[in-house]
């Protein structure tokens, strides 16, 4: 009981200190204009995907100045301080331009901005509460009025839709040799595109976590807070009832906070499932169902799910599976599910998935292995697999006993964690801001069943580490 209190006193501490009071800001000045495209000036591309472009740009009022520095980060690679040119580099580009637009393609939508909102909503789930003019806050379903789909809360760890509007295509520097299929046929006569589509205005971010990883190894402790940051969203997305459904590191954006701490932040929601239930169980009576993209990284129970009456595909747990798959990339190895050769998740034995690099803390370690494991009944979610990690980095000595007298510890450390988080503010250890989120994070979202079972799963690894030791 004194435990129960424990975590309720410290989740509430947290909750009315930290996240009512001074909820999450995004570092973006708020503007009131930027409905038209004609707000920004457009700079150079700087990603394309399967259904969308994205260009950095900035507000007319803040024309940039180019930067001459066009440093590639794939001619950086084996190179720390090129890397901390690049790093340069991309902060000077980002002055400029300091916000990107994604234009999405549109085939097949119609040109009418319902149709367009109507049949891209996904995309809106991380937009803010203005990023739309409230003409569009309500559009025309199926001949009725309804509100667009949900949209998630703020997140350190989950992108921000600044402004959500519908424009004509424009002809943007590298259309015509990279996309001109998805073109309308008055900037393309071969071209299949609507003259009209979705343009969203986000931050503009350095590179995505792949293009990071191509030129830069984290450390240890850095390689733990960025498993654990993409855990805090994915706990954050299916809080909220949104399973993401296609993560993987080119869908993951990176910038540094004061500290030179990587912050990562999950994008492109195109393929995301919304329940206004939070349950993320989507019915598979057909072929025809859309189980979402990125075979490769598709969870066992998605990818093995059978179409047929009363067969229900069940997400809750698919994106922490992942996350432990991208784990592998963040800790210097080939992603064990990608390439020709790669393991398969509607077949692969769990004995077949590579060690990972001794320099790997234990506790995280197991934390992937079990990510990883084929049947989600006994695979942690993500805010349990996040409370495993958040007790290794910060309540190693609070773990020692886990009898009765351990469980007062460790309540007693949670107390004088949230009083040390509390006094820190925003600035966290040695001016680290991404690891005082995820303090935060973490001690606001505390329930006794999750650490509990975060706890068993963490002392289950190291009794069994310890037995194989004394059995060798």
Known sequence: TDFRDACCRVSQLLEEAVFKKKKFQSTLRPFTSGFKLE????????????????????????RPQRSEDNASLQELKDNEE??????????CSL?????AIKMLWNIGAGSSSEAILKSMSQELVPAGPLALKQDKEHITLDGHFGSLPKRVSAHPNVIRVHRAF?????????AQEEYPDVLPPRLNPAGLGNNRTLFLVMKNYPCTLRQYLQVSTPSRWQGSLMVLQLLEGVDHLCRQGVAHRDLKSDNILLEFDSGGCPRLVITDFGCCLTQNDCSLQLPFNSMYVDKGGNVSLMAPEVMTAVPGPGVVIDYTKSDAWAVGAISYEIFGLHNPFYGAAGLQSTNYQEKQLPPLPA????DVQLVISLLLRRNPKKRPSARVAANMLALSLWGRRALANQDSAGMRKLADWLLCQSAVVLLQGCSGPSGNRVEAELQRSFLSNLELEDLRAAVGFLLYGREKSHACIMFA
Request: hydrophobic share 45%; with cysteine.
């Open 95 to 99: 002055r400029n331009f300091p916000l």
């Open 359 to 362: 320099r790997v803390p234990a």
């Open 82 to 91: 090129e890397v901390q040119a690049v790093r340069s580099a991309a902060c």
């Open 166 to 174: 519908t424009a004509d295509v424009p002809l943007l520097p590298g």
């Open 39 to 62: 707000d920004y000036i457009i700079g150079k591309q700087i990603g394309k995907g399967s259904n969308a472009a994205v260009y950095e740009a900035a507000a007319q009022f803040a």
